[in-house]
């Protein structure tokens, strides 16, 4: 009996030569046919690759990085701190005195914050929204009247603590002194570090400067208001007084012509002209040369100042001089932030009146 392989025939080229192990296995497998060489290969778990959490924190890193630089180079434009979330004005208006150890009223306090621009810019929105004119104007007082009571108020006040501290001092000089201390620059660096600005009711924001300042001195004349000249002094000392810590005097008090000044003074004393004399000097021949020039009054040296050329060291001496004879040196006592005399808030209620 024969029995007949009914299985396919191969064919290899006579070039391959294969063992007989191989051959059998191969043979095998493709007499399974077509459907075994499909079947999709079974995926391997890879070993974890060590590094991996380093890189993804470098590039945490510098996508922070590249925020960051980013928000220097365009950074967002400033928002109101009533735009924000979790803001209640009425309990910061309370917190502000609380928050400086003031007494105020509430009702003085609210109008110090209200500006006359706010007041037209949200009946200009009202008229836009069509509002009947009744209903437009707001029930607000600005604050202008206040704003004029603490600006007198703090001029007397720091007059008369500069003419306490420094009796030889002119005129001339603690006006110009007053004027620094209540200047744009000095009262909107210390309103802004009250948080003056963030309760400010103002059309603009950042409120402007000259706006800052009104409603820093409407704080002070809402303060005077509601606890009297003698603390609101003290407010005063604390506030304004301090922002002189570290200034020179002709820093706040431009002096045009210092030796010509320094004559005048001396001859208000009745004592000599200066007589001006080179006393050192160091590099004349280099870029960067270095003179002392010193002043003597009777036949003594009476101040020494350096400068790049002898006419700006001359001048220099003239300053040293002037601060000696107004007792502005710079080793001049330190301010007394004792409590002030009884006798001067007697002198300051009529600007309250």
């Known amino acids: 009996m024969c029995y007949r392989n009914t299985g396919p025939t191969l064919f290899l080229p006579p070039s391959i030569a294969f063992s007989p192990t191989m051959a059998s296995g191969m043979v095998r497998l493709l ?52 735009e924000k979330p979790n803001w209640d004005y009425h309990a910061e208006i309370q917190a502000f005195g609380h928050r400086l150890q003031e007494t105020f009223s509430l009702d003085l306090l609210k109008t110090a914050f209200v500006n006359s621009c706010y007041i037209k810019s949200e009946e200009a929105k009202r008229q836009r929204l069509g509002v009947e004119k009744e209903a437009v104007l707001l029930n607000l007082k ?75 001195f ?20 604390d506030f304004l007084i301090t922002q002189m810590t570290g200034k020179e005097l002709f820093e706040m008090w431009e002096v045009g012509n210092p030796m010509g000044l320094l004559v005048e003074e001396l001859q208000k004393r009745r004592l000599a002209a200066p007589e001006p004399r080179l006393t050192r000097q160091s590099g004349g021949s280099t870029a960067l040369p270095v003179y002392f020039v010193g002043l003597y009054c009777d036949k003594k040296l009476f101040a020494e100042g350096p400068g790049e050329t002898v006419l700006v060291a001359e001048e220099e ?37």
């Open 218 to 237: 409407a704080v002070i004349g809402a303060l005077l208001q509601s606890s009297g000249p003698e603390r609101t002094s003290v407010f005063i000392r």
């Open 142 to 216: 600005d604050n202008q009247e206040l704003a004029e009571q603490g600006t007198s108020f703090s001029c007397t006040c720091l007059t008369r603590f500069l003419e306490d501290a420094y009796p030889d001092l002119p005129s001339e000089g603690v006006q110009s002194i007053v004027d620094f201390l209540t200047g744009e620059e000095v009262v909107c660096h210390v309103a802004r570090h009250l948080a003056v600005e963030q309760l400010t009711l103002s059309a603009e924001f950042p409120v402007p400067p000259a706006v800052l300042r009104q409603t820093f």
């Open 31 to 82: 007499l399974r046919g077509p459907s075994c060489l499909l079947v999709p290969a079974v995926p391997t778990l890879a070993p974890p690759v060590r590094g991996v959490k380093k890189v993804v924190r470098a590039a945490f890193r510098f996508q922070k990085e590249l925020e960051r630089r980013r928000l220097l180079r365009c950074p967002p434009p400033p928002v109101r701190r009533s």
């Open 317 to 353: 001496a003239a300053r040293v001089a002037l601060r000696k004879l107004y007792g502005f040196t710079e080793n001049r006592r330190p301010w007394d932030y004792s409590k002030p005399r009884e006798s001067l808030k007697a002198d300051k209620t009529v600007t309250a009146s």
